[in-house]
């Protein structure tokens, strides 16, 4: 186990200003702007109700991110499962009393927001395996009640959330489990067990899926086998990233966009307005942003004294990796639609918060490096 020295750190609040990635800060700024532009070009040029909310959600939880970076990485640590407890929690609540949308309950009415809990179990689960294995020595990780204990943690969140029927949200929350389980140093043999199992299992599991979500698998296999209904959106998809062609259209000139052959375009599918506009140029720069953010994550992690917080680091940094190569993938046709933003670029509330949240942690073992957890 990481081994922990004792530290004490009264920063005063110049020094936790001063002790900010700048970098870090930059790349999220600058995603909110690029995004702020494409909600803006996806009402049409006009500042409707999308590009609004979506302006006025990123300052507020911008705001909340740079305060909440304050915050000891001790007191994330305190709460890492308590945080886990009243997420699962809402889920709860969100199976019986959650509003309905197209055939799904997956988000609470909180009158200034519609909350989605099973985008903040993102975070909740990696906060909370992050405190787990922060006591557990490298050598007990693989006994079978510390193997147990952290698969009941993620099984849960997961039934209920594919219960919603949500399956996109958690597979997503299931890789960022594993990815901190894999970190904290379980046999790999495990994960190959686990894998051959699904693998077996997978014509029974598919047995169990919603009629929209195997016609999904299917249209991923074969778009043109239904044009004009399960896949018309990765159709028009995968036409608007190649009209976009080396420099894209320009900005408001993207015609699949405008013309709305693209459904959906300002929440999953945004990365596909923006390449359009912006082409191989803009979508290469946005790929690099977002690979400097994750770098950043990562080197933070390195960087800081406790164990916890780099496995924090580590494992979000590998989370926002994976969500947004789902997400590029799948507006690509490199694999099955599913429910996957973009991090902060995508609209959503829910999972704005939730990457805020993120990152404020990140940036909180950024300031309090030299905190080691007890």
Known sequence: MYQQVSYSDQYTFFQKLRSFDLVLLFCIITLGIISSFSMYSTDGGELLYHSKSHILRF???FIMMFFFSFLSIRFWHAIGYLFYIVVLGLLIWTSFYGVTSSGSKRWLNLYFINLQPSELMKIAIIICY????HRLQINNVNQIKNLVIPITILVLPILLVVSQP???TSILIALSGIIVMWLAGINIKYFIYTFLTFLISTPFIIS??????????LTFFDPDKDPLGAG????QSK????????TGKGFLKGTQSYLEFLPEKHTDFIFTLFSEEHGFIGSTFLLLIYAIMIFRIIKIGSDTRSFFGKLFCFGFGSAIFVYV???????????PIVGSPLPIMSYGGSSMLATMIGLSIVMSAKIHSRQTVS
């Open 325 to 335: 190569t789902i997400n590029m993938s799948m507006v690509l046709g490199l694999l």
């Open 59 to 61: 300052l507020i939880f």
């Open 239 to 246: 036409i608007a990233v190649g009209s976009g062609g080396f």
């Open 166 to 168: 949500d399956l996109g």
């Open 208 to 217: 169990f899926l919603k009629p929209y979500q195997k016609l999904r698998i």
């Open 232 to 235: 018309y959106q990765i159709i």
């Open 130 to 133: 992050a405190k787990l294995y």
